[in-house]
T-cell receptor, first 114, second 114 residues
Framework: DSGVTQTPKHLITATGQRVTLRCSPR?????VYWYQQSLDQGLQFLIH???????AKGNILERFSAQQFPDLHSELNLSSLELGDSALYFC?????????????FGPGTRLTVL | AQSVTQLDSQVPVFEEAPVELRCNYS??????LFWYVQYPNQGLQLLLK??????LVKGINGFEAEFNKSQTSFHLRKPSVHISDTAEYFC????????????FGTGTRLKVLA
């Protein structure tokens, strides 16, 4: 158990809908990262937040957005969903801003878009 | 921009045999390098990381990796594998310039045979 929690575990929805994925980092960790894992694209870095502020963006679509709240939990919002958005979404947390910090991954949310 | 290549998508090996999983990277700046393991239906777990100093890095579960700057490689090795090592292994890179963007390889599926 990494100490990172993600809810829900599974999510099934239809095209065009909007969903919110939630991540609670390990106690004391200030950084949260979001990743998408799919069969065709592999593991892709989406976005990084540190202490409530966005620090880096990766291959994140404009239909996707995220935020980190004062209690440090984070939410990833996916809108106008398409079949191709079906994937495993992971969040990870680390203690600080340093790139060399170990990232601790949650168990993931499996999103299925029908 | 960085990139990571994992040359082998699948590696079958017999129990107690040695294994090497290959990773090559490309970057115009100095990097940090990581190896993660993903067991079925779980998130990623850090095996080891290269930050600086000694080019031979030891990690958890008996794994080690060697950073080779001239060959831009960071191959993962284990002298004797167990059935429980069956998993997917990801090499990852991030640069040291503060972009906070992590690039993952496509993964190598290690299957340990009895």
């Amino acid at each position: 158990d990494s100490g990172v929690t993600q809810t829900p575990k599974h999510l099934i929805t239809a095209t065009g809908q909007r969903v919110t994925l939630r991540c609670s980092p390990r106690s004391g960790d200030l950084s949260v990262y979001w990743y998408q894992q799919s069969l065709d694209q592999g593991l892709q870095f989406l976005i990084h937040y540190y202490n409530g502020e966005e620090r880096a963006k990766g291959n994140i679509l404009e239909r996707f957005s995220a935020q980190q709240f004062p209690d440090l939990h984070s939410e990833l919002n996916l809108s106008s969903l398409e079949l191709g958005d079906s994937a495993l979404y992971f969040c990870a947390s680390s203690v600080s801003l340093a790139e060399q910090d170990t990232q601790y991954f949650g168990p993931g949310t499996r999103l299925t878009v029908l | 921009a960085q990139s990571v290549t994992q040359l082998d998508s699948q590696v079958p090996v017999f129990e107690e045999a040695p294994v090497e999983l290959r990773c090559n990277y490309s970057s115009s700046v100095s990097v940090y390098l990581f190896w993660y393991v993903q067991y079925p239906n779980q998130g990623l777990q850090l095996l080891l990381k290269y930050l600086s100093g000694s080019t031979l890095v030891k990690g958890i579960n008996g794994f080690e990796a060697e950073f080779n700057k001239s060959q831009t490689s960071f191959h993962l090795r284990k002298p004797s594998v167990h059935i429980s090592d069956t998993a997917e292994y990801f090499c990852a890179v991030t640069d040291r310039s503060g972009t906070y963007k992590y690039i993952f390889g496509t993964g190598t599926r290690l299957k340990v045979l009895a």
